[in-house]
């Protein structure tokens, strides 16, 4: 248990599919974050939301949508995604984005297959 | 961007001591933190280092030299259980925090 879950653990989805990735954290953190890991390279940062409100858009494509509603919760909407999409999508928070000696708290993210 | 450069491999001997290097350059910096990563797990916070010098924590160790731009996570006694992979990161002057790629850390008996 690392106090950040995510669910769903694995999905398959088609392209033309619509799916959203739950991230639920219960350390009472400020920031939140959604990274992409692919095989053998960096965690790439996609989200920041700090205090709910989305302080990073790492260019992203519009085909993934985040949506914060509360500072415990944060979702990860999917659609028309391509097969290069496949990857582990990892949620972590932090207790603020702002202070230097804050390490994130990942989950155990989720293995998006996209076919 | 940021660039963050460490080992892609490393295999060790159970009880051996192995040192993972890693260099970055980032625009400003506020803090290195080495995370370590099983197959199949979220990535589990080590260390964290700000300030020129040695941060020990029973069998790991982290250095930092800023002037460098180089830090190095040291892990004594291997056990089998070490084998993973460990991630440095690097939080620039804007908090943004970007990673390595990892370097993947086999222990053999």
């Known amino acids: 248990e690392t106090g950040v879950t995510q669910t769903p653990r694995h999905l398959v989805m088609g392209m033309t599919n619509k799916k959203s990735l739950k991230c639920e954290q219960h350390?009472?953190?400020?920031?939140m974050y959604w990274y992409k890991q692919s095989a053998k390279k960096p965690l790439e940062l996609m989200f920041v939301?700090?205090?709910?409100?989305?302080?990073e858009n790492n260019s992203v494509p519009s085909r993934f949508s985040p949506e914060c509603p509360n500072s415990s919760h944060l979702f990860l909407h999917l659609h028309t995604l391509q097969p290069e999409d496949s990857a582990l999508y990892l949620c972590?928070?932090?207790?603020?984005?702002?202070?230097?000696?804050?390490?994130?708290?990942f989950g155990q993210g989720t293995r998006l297959t996209v076919v | 961007g940021q660039n963050i450069d460490q080992p892609t491999e490393m295999t060790a001997t159970e009880g051996a001591i192995v040192q993972i290097n890693c260099t970055y350059q980032?625009?400003?910096?506020?803090?290195l933190f080495w995370y370590q990563q099983h197959a199949g797990e979220a990535p589990t916070f080590l260390s964290y280092?700000?300030?020129?010098g040695l941060e020990e924590k029973g069998r790991f160790s982290s250095f930092l030299s800023r002037s460098k731009g180089y830090s190095y996570l040291l892990l004594k006694e291997l056990q089998m259980k070490d084998s993973a992979s460990y991630l440095c990161?690097?939080?620039?002057?804007?908090?943004?925090?970007?990673f390595g790629a990892g370097t993947t850390v086999t222990v053999r008996a």
């Open positions: 972590a928070s932090s207790q603020d984005e702002g202070q230097g000696n804050t390490e994130a708290f």
């Open positions: 350390l009472g953190h400020n920031a």
């Open positions: 939301y700090n205090f709910k409100e989305q302080t």
């Open positions: 980032t625009s400003g910096f506020n803090g």
């Open positions: 280092n700000v300030l020129d």
């Open positions: 990161a690097v939080r620039d002057g804007d908090y943004k925090l970007s």
